[in-house]
């Protein structure tokens, strides 16, 4: 064994190198240098594969300029204080509380896992709850759909954003409340443009989070690409999105970024021409046009699903994972016959038995007792 030892070394010494380590280095320079300029470039962010450094480059400072035409379009202050967010706080329990009664209208409440939604003023559909999907396909509850505007809003919420000229009055005819559990999410979009006017207000009560824009979002894991812009909001901050925030990208919560119970109320208002659905008898509703005589028929759904504050400690299992596993489950896949499912063990059994009589037989027995399986 020594002298093996001792052979190595002689060899190592021999190719100039005295660590094992250092020779595996020098004859794969390109692996450090690959790690390098990952690092370099990368900046916290999986790289993509481009043709070039320079390809890269030109994409980098392509989301850079994107970024800065984001931050054009969003305000930021801090106008509550933490006991004003305190007793707001409490209001949203209530209207929780209220929600779990029964006591709100039937379009106020919108449930999801891990996401309640709670209107107020107006409300209006979207995602799931159309038959025709995509953007612009959104429409307006008819009036009286939803609850009104709770007075709170009015004098903790709205008064103060008006004395702080932060919106005009008689601005605000829409306020939605997000109340999200840990790792719940909103998906990316754009506040429908042809139903809400600009700007978009929203604030944040219960814990810190931030708001992302140009994410894309994969499922099957869920999974969620990095953002053009990671905007952090704090709790009692009033986020205002206008301009290019607003209408030229999309903006989202991560699940990742929802670490403890958070609520936001969203103000905004509503154009005088947006889409409305009209209910003409009950149980049918029917998209209004401008056309006269065509109307198309759209379904308004809703969940009746409740948050579980526990499911932020298991596996996120999303709608359409169980939907997949329901259509594997239901999939026919031909099973080996056995003996026992055969006509042959059939006729055995019964003449054993005694009581097996041919299908031709036309004796009033005659009907089988057992039914065959039809192969």
């Not at 709100?104 to 919108?110: K, P």
């Not at 008819?142 to 709205?158: A, F, Q, R, T, Y």
């Not at 290019?244 to 609520?263: F, L, N, S, V, W």
């Amino acid at each position: 064994m020594s002298h093996l030892a001792s052979d190595f070394r002689d060899r190592m010494a021999a190719s100039g190198f005295s660590d094992l380590r250092e020779k595996l280095k020098a004859m794969t320079p390109h692996r450090d240098n690959y790690k390098n300029k990952v690092s370099d470039h990368s900046k916290g962010r999986k790289r993509k594969y481009y043709d070039s450094e320079e390809d890269y480059s030109d994409y980098e400072e392509q989301r850079e300029l994107e970024a800065l035409k984001v931050k054009s379009g969003i305000r930021q202050v801090n106008i509550f204080s933490s006991d004003e967010c305190s007793r707001i706080e409490a209001k949203i329990d209530e209207v929780v509380s209220k929600a779990e009664k029964g006591l709100y209208r039937e379009h106020t409440v919108d449930r999801a896992p891990l996401r309640n939604k709670y209107f107020f003023g107006e409300g209006y559909t979207y995602g799931s709850q159309l038959e025709k999907k995509g953007p612009g396909q959104e429409r307006l509850y008819s009036k009286g759909e939803v609850d009104e505007i709770p007075n709170w809003v009015h004098e903790l919420v709205i008064k103060k954003l008006i004395a702080n000229h932060i919106i005009p009055e008689d601005f605000v005819n829409s306020a939605v409340i997000n109340d999200y559990q840990p790792g719940g999410c909103i998906v990316s979009h754009v506040d429908p443009i042809h139903i809400f006017e600009r700007p978009i207000v929203s604030v944040s009560f219960f814990s810190d989070s931030a708001l992302c824009f140009g994410c894309k979002f994969q499922f099957k894991p869920i999974r969620v690409s990095e953002p053009v812009l990671y905007l952090p909001v704090r709790r009692g901050s009033v986020t205002v999105l206008s301009g290019y925030a607003a209408d030229g990208i999309t903006h989202c919560i991560r699940p990742q970024d929802i670490k403890e119970r958070r609520a936001v109320i969203i103000l905004r208002k509503t154009k005088p021409d947006a889409p409305r659905l009209e209910v003409k008898s009950r149980g049918d509703t029917a998209l209004h046009t401008s056309t006269p005589g065509r109307h198309q028929i759209l379904k308004a759904k809703r969940s009746h699903r409740k948050a579980d504050p526990d499911a932020a400690h298991r596996p996120r299992i999303l709608e359409m994972d169980k939907e997949e596993n329901r259509r594997s489950a239901g999939v026919w896949r031909p099973r080996r016959q056995s003996i026992s499912s055969s006509e042959n063990f059939w006729r055995r059994s019964h003449e054993a038995a005694g009581s097996y009589e041919e299908p031709g037989n036309n004796s009033v027995n005659s009907a089988r007792k057992v039914k065959m399986r039809r192969h």
